[in-house]
C-alpha cells in the first residue's frame, strides 16, 4: 500500500515536471521573433540605415544609435523595404483596408513600393495617397494629394519611416479626415525607438495611439534590435557589443518611454 502511494506521488510529480517544461517551451515560442523580423534588422544594417556608435542628434542630444531612412536607394532595396512593411501591416492589421497614406516626404516612396508588395504577396490592390506640402493649384491633379484621392468609407493605414515626436501625423491626420468620412486604422513605422514623446514619459507612438484613437505599430522596435543583434555578427563583424549595450542601456534610462 505505502509502495502503491509513493508511486502515485513520484507520478505527479513527473506529471507536474512535464506539464512545467509544456509551459516553458509554449511560453518561448510565443516570444520568437519573426523570420521577416530578424531579416528587417539586418537589411537595416546592410543598408547603413541604422547605425551604432557616438552621434548627436538635432535636438542636441547624444545617442548611441542613429537612423537615416534616407539611405533606402536602389531599386532592390526599395522592392524590400515594401515587402517588410507589407508583411507587418498584414500581421498587424490584416485585409481589411483600402488605402495607404504616406505623409510627404518619405512616407510617398513607402506607401508607393507597399502598395506594390501587397499586392504581389497577398493579391489585394490597395490604393496608394499622400500629401502635398504645398498645394497644386494646376492640372488634372491638382490639390492638396498624390495618388488615389480618398473616399467616403475608405480604411486607411498611414504609414511612415520613423517617429520620434509624432509631428507629422499631427499635420496629416487632420488632412487625411477633413478629406473624406475615412477611418483611420492604424499607423505603421519600421522602427520604434522606444524614447519618449513630447510628455516627456510615453513614447511618441503611445502618445499618437492616445491622442488620436487608431493603432501604432512598428515592424521592429529597438529592444528587438538590440535581443537580436547583441554579440552576434552581422557581415562578419559584431555590431552591438558589450560598450554599445552599455550604452544603450544608458541612453534609455535617461530618454526611454517610462
Given at each position: 500500500m505505502l509502495e502503491s502511494e509513493q508511486l502515485n506521488v513520484f507520478l505527479k510529480q513527473d506529471i507536474n515536471r512535464i506539464s512545467r517544461i509544456h509551459r516553458n517551451q509554449k511560453d518561448k515560442s510565443e516570444v520568437v521573433m519573426e523570420q521577416y523580423k530578424k531579416e528587417f534588422i539586418e537589411f537595416m544594417i546592410d543598408c547603413n540605415v541604422l547605425k551604432f556608435g557616438d552621434f548627436v542628434t538635432k535636438s542636441g542630444r547624444k545617442t548611441p544609435f542613429f537612423v537615416n531612412t534616407g539611405f533606402y536607394r536602389t531599386g532592390s532595396q526599395l522592392k524590400r523595404l515594401g515587402e517588410y512593411y507589407a508583411k507587418a501591416i498584414h500581421d498587424t492589421y490584416g485585409d481589411d483596408f483600402d488605402v495607404l497614406f504616406g505623409p510627404a516626404y518619405k512616407g510617398i516612396p513607402i506607401s508607393v513600393v507597399t502598395a506594390i508588395a501587397y499586392s504581389e504577396l497577398y493579391?489585394?490592390?490597395?490604393?496608394?495617397?499622400?500629401?502635398?506640402?504645398?498645394?497644386?493649384?494646376?492640372g488634372a491633379d491638382k490639390g492638396s494629394f498624390l495618388g488615389s484621392k480618398l473616399k467616403d468609407g475608405d480604411r486607411v493605414v498611414m504609414i511612415e519611416d520613423v517617429t520620434t515626436s509624432g509631428?507629422?501625423?499631427?499635420?496629416?491626420?487632420?488632412?487625411?479626415?477633413?478629406?473624406?468620412?475615412?477611418?483611420?486604422?492604424?499607423?505603421?513605422?519600421?522602427?520604434?525607438?522606444?524614447?519618449?514623446?513630447k510628455g516627456g514619459e510615453k513614447s511618441a507612438l503611445d502618445e499618437i495611439q492616445e491622442e488620436y484613437g487608431f493603432k501604432a505599430n512598428a515592424i521592429v522596435s529597438?529592444?528587438?534590435?538590440?535581443?537580436?543583434?547583441?554579440?552576434?555578427?552581422?557581415?562578419?563583424?559584431?555590431?552591438?557589443d558589450d560598450t554599445i549595450k552599455t550604452a544603450i542601456d544608458e541612453y534609455y534610462k535617461q530618454y526611454g518611454a517610462k
Open positions: 493579391g489585394k490592390e490597395i490604393r496608394y495617397c499622400s500629401d502635398r506640402k504645398e498645394e497644386k493649384d494646376h509631428k507629422s501625423m499631427e499635420e496629416t491626420v487632420p488632412k487625411v479626415r477633413s478629406a473624406a468620412d475615412v477611418e483611420i486604422v492604424g499607423l505603421m513605422v519600421s522602427l520604434n525607438r522606444m524614447e519618449v514623446g529597438m529592444a528587438d534590435v538590440v535581443e537580436y543583434l547583441y554579440n552576434k555578427e552581422c557581415n562578419g563583424k559584431v555590431v552591438i
